[in-house]
């Protein structure tokens, strides 16, 4: 496999030219004195590198070899640690982090397009550092200040790595029934006993501590609580010492992601610190789901980068049938590319990436704003738009990230099936993004019924108003692609309104259209999305002119030939849940 | 896993009430003496008996083996060799094979439905069958009566069994550059020199021989021929001789399929046999890549049905979440199955599954016309359809399967990436059948270039004709669903005429489009077999009431949220190949 290089330079074009983020993070007053966009153009650079010759060389065999658990420790696959080191000394754990505790304060904004990079390399590898980050953030927000003192500063310096415990054997996508159970005792940490499983770096070898945050009910209570759980115990003074009853029971054994641990846990006796308030511990976890759902969004987002990179090296390179209307060399075959069909694959797969980097990118901008912003209010809006984003990037992204690696599968053709072309392996690892940190169903239910319904369509409208505005300012000759926009907004949201204003009538309906009404939505906003990049393509200055034209042809294949699924999945909400909700269960 | 029972009520409701297959039989002379419905039933219960029993518990701990290779013999997972010898005593393998040679005359209509039991049971497993059966078909039509005589017998009991080698690593999708070479000797054989890759069965210890057809060039010539070479040489009684120069250079590790042998072949002046006129290899080679290709679409098909059934007894017996509007029982939890984005899954399984059944016995019907009507222009008409569905079921049911095994995975949730479960193995097993016998794009340039566009539509034309027809015989209360059909019917051909008045001045443009053409076919197609199915089902006076009613529910179900597919895909051939073919392929 050959290496995959990060597309900086459509990264940069989409934060230089498309989010004008010089801009953006001069209003930010914590960010603005960080970075610029050279700097982040450099940062970009770096991160390529150490991706590329670092991070992939391990992915393909680290599938082969897989994890290891002695029944004690989980081993992951040779190359693992050492590159991990050199990572996390890098400040790639810590990288959004905060610089009190030793983080480099950037933007999410660019993060994002870090992880995707990270994901386009090695899926299992960089789940490690992404969980990290995420139970660093959750501490972050939550934590007393004697939690994050001692915790914060080893897990942005990577020394010690985070894990998010919250699926029981009852208790998966409904965590109200989970077990497990927290005894407060005299020195006001709790005694934690229970189990877990899917605990995605539950242990392995990369750090000398695991960090788990640890959903429990309390003992005489319901509610649900969270608590920070280390593998061993730490002193004040941040040195580990015994072990803390945190030990695995199993490991799983998956379709992919097979370099990446998934274990069963079991907490026995182990000391854990509460993290935010009693009782209030799915508000906390939130906070680090959240975070997670976009990196598992960006999971699939990298897989699609990567597959479009394989696919796309193999159809200029594979010869295989003859160019319709005969050879343009005379060849005796033909490379791929020139076949409309394998076109048309990688044009699907390219338009929706790019489309796709833009949705993380937002989505990442705005979770910025939410943090940064100099006025309250500002923030507000901010938070709301993550909040309407966050489901969409996590499904939107992975689902069309797996469509991604399936269709550069088929452009290998029975080479793709063979393990060691690699691709049925992204195939294999991008598979469970779909699944995991929340199915997508699961996704589609919070978008359509907490972030759509749940203010009857108030942050979607004044969504939608925001890229009307950003629509408005293209050049004219996109006038059609504009109305054509606007018109669809103003169909998808009178297809939801109908929707909502059945909801207490028919409970049922949310659950039962939701899928079709998130992929409604994540079509039209990509559709903005091609709508922007061509038209900030063509006023820029300093471009190639292939890469100029390129955005052309990519927006024009976007609106003639995926933007028709808007109406598609707007006709299947339409009709309702009538025909799925009929039947009776022991029909099925 | 619980054992998959093949779905028989179905099946004897589809031969019964909407192929009034009782009636087709009787004008089919050689079936008439051989089968009646109720015979064609207990064939169906038997082989239903024996998928459950015998093939499906090989599939999981097939897939953990895999097959070995000890530089020489290939060896098949534990248990497949007693099996497999079973299956073949029990006249499985010879089903649908000459009577004057031992098969069992049975026709092509039945013999899909035992198919797809087959895969639903094991997709490794029944492709050895299915090799061995499409390699006897081929020689029954183009090979001598003296090979026929030696070779069928063996090939119908399964004592021996069949390959088929085509592909070289030069010339996959693209036989013309195949490099193996046939030299004729003195005695008429030919001596076969060359390397054949991915090669199905290419060895195992199944049978006492495997008899590979070979596609080669004959010293001196471009056109490509067949040969009959067997691993081993046979003398003139049937009895086995000497290696045959046949060997296995290597077996490839895949993303699936674990449990069948996929082959590097090489013949060292291995001693072959022409099939048919010499140079004219390829047509006689497509006698048994038509077979096989129905065959891989009921390899999609077979996986559908798995999945449902898997998908469904989880989501019946998986407590997560409560029903909206509250638990109907009072519960903590309630099965999955109570959830709308739970149902929408299964019932696009379903919907989609039961009419890809429909879709492979029409074309069964078809091939079964083509070989056993009474008159000459009944065959050719049959023919002439059978040639325009397969491209279709090879592509539609493989896409479709896939898709329902993803969907059934995600039913599973976080469970449906361990491999214990199962379902992850479906998704990898079922993913080749997309790729396999020429992929599905390949697929889709044969329906649109030679099928549609080859004789300007007529077949199409009359094919919808004959549709239209079944669909005036339906109930008057079905004449809104009769309506959108007929109108969607003038919909496809009004573009694909367009397509086809383009197709000289724009040669590119059949390629670039085509798979949307043959996904628009397929949903249009379905519309048609769900109307037909509700229809014949209201008809029908022995169905149990919740077998009916159901068929209505889906036909509801498929017509509000699948047909509107058909729009979305002719949109998509509508808007041409201009934004796929523009960019230069240095671009991609």
Chains 1, 2 share one sequence.
């Not at 966009?37 to 060389?57: N, V, Y």
């Not at 050199?86 to 397009?113: D, I, S």
């Not at 969504?463 to 300012?473: T, V």
């Not at 955005?551 to 799925?580: I, N, R, S």
């Amino acid at each position: 496999m050959n290496p995959i290089q990060a597309p900086t330079l459509e990264m940069n074009f989409l934060l230089q030219q498309v989010f004008d983020a010089g801009n953006v993070w001069q209003k930010l007053p914590a960010i603005a004195e960080l970075l610029d966009l050279e700097t982040a153009s450099a940062i970009l650079e770096e991160g390529s590198r150490f991706c590329s010759e670092q991070i992939q060389p391990l992915n393909q065999r680290g599938d082969a070899q897989g994890v290891g658990f002695d029944g004690i420790q989980v081993t992951t696959p040779a190359g693992y640690p050492e590159v991990f080191r050199q990572y996390a000394a890098g400040g790639w754990v810590g990288l959004c982090g905060e610089p009190e505790f030793g983080g480099m304060g950037m933007p999410k904004m660019l993060g994002v397009l870090l992880d995707e990079m990270g994901y386009s390399a090695s899926n299992a590898f960089t789940l490690y550092g992404a969980l990290t980050a995420g139970a660093a953030l959750c501490i972050h927000a939550h934590g007393s200040e004697a939690l994050k003192a001692l915790y914060l500063p080893k897990l942005y310096s990577g020394e010690w790595a985070g894990a998010m415990d919250m699926t029981e054997p009852q208790a998966g996508s409904d965590l109200r029934n989970i077990a497990t159970r927290a005894e407060p005792q005299a020195d006001g940490s709790y005694r934690i006993n229970g189990s877990k499983m899917f605990i995605t770096g539950g242990d392995h070898d990369l750090t000398s501590n695991v960090i788990h945050l640890v959903l429990a009910k309390i003992q005489g209570s319901d509610g649900i609580s969270l608590f920070l759980v280390p593998k061993f115990k730490v002193n004040a003074a941040g040195d580990i010492g015994d072990a803390n009853g945190v030990t695995v029971g199993a490991i799983e054994h998956k379709m992919g992601l097979k370099g990446s641990a998934t274990c069963v846990m079991n907490y026995d006796d182990a000391e854990g610190y509460l993290i935010g308030r009693a009782n209030r511990g799915l508000i906390c976890m939130f906070t680090m789901m959240n975070y997670e759902r976009l990196s598992i969004g960006i999971q699939g987002l990298g897989s699609a980068q990567c597959a479009y990179q394989m696919a796309t090296a193999y159809a200029k390179e594979r010869l295989q049938g003859l160019a319709a209307g005969g050879s343009p060399t005379g060849a005796k075959a033909d490379p791929l590319v020139v076949h409309g069909d394998v076109r048309r694959m990688l044009m699907s797969i390219r338009a929706l990436t790019e489309a796709g980097r833009a949705l993380a990118m937002m989505t990442g901008m705005q979770l910025d704003g939410a943090k940064y912003a100099a006025t309250e209010s500002e923030k507000q809006q901010a938070s709301k738009f993550a909040a309407l984003l966050t489901p969409v990037a996590k499904a939107f992204l992975s689902d069309r990230g797996f469509d991604a690696c399936v269709t550069a599968q088929q452009v290998f053709g029975g080479h793709g099936y063979i393990s060691e072309t690699g691709i049925e392996q992204l195939v294999r690892d991008t598979r469970i993004a779909q699944i995991y940190e929340g199915t997508n169903g699961i996704q589609a239910i919070d978008f359509l019924g907490r972030k759509l319904a749940g203010d009857n369509l108030a942050t979607v409208t004044e969504f939608f108003g925001l890229l009307q505005q950003q629509q408005q300012s293209c050049a004219p000759i996109f006038v059609k692609e504009q109305q054509q926009l606007q018109q669809l907004q103003q169909q998808f949201l009178d297809v939801i309104a109908a929707v909502n204003q059945q909801k207490h009538d028919n409970p049922a309906l949310i659950n039962a259209v939701a899928v079709d009404a998130l992929d409604a939505f994540g079509y039209l906003l990509y559709g903005h999305f091609w709508l922007m990049m061509a038209d900030r393509a063509l006023k820029a200055t300093e471009l190639p002119a292939a890469f100029v034209s390129g955005k052309q042809q990519l927006c024009h294949y976007y609106f003639a030939k995926q933007l028709p699924k808007v109406a598609m999945h707007l006709a299947a909400v339409a009709a309702g849940d009538d025909t799925v909700m009929q039947p009776v269960s022991d029909w099925f």
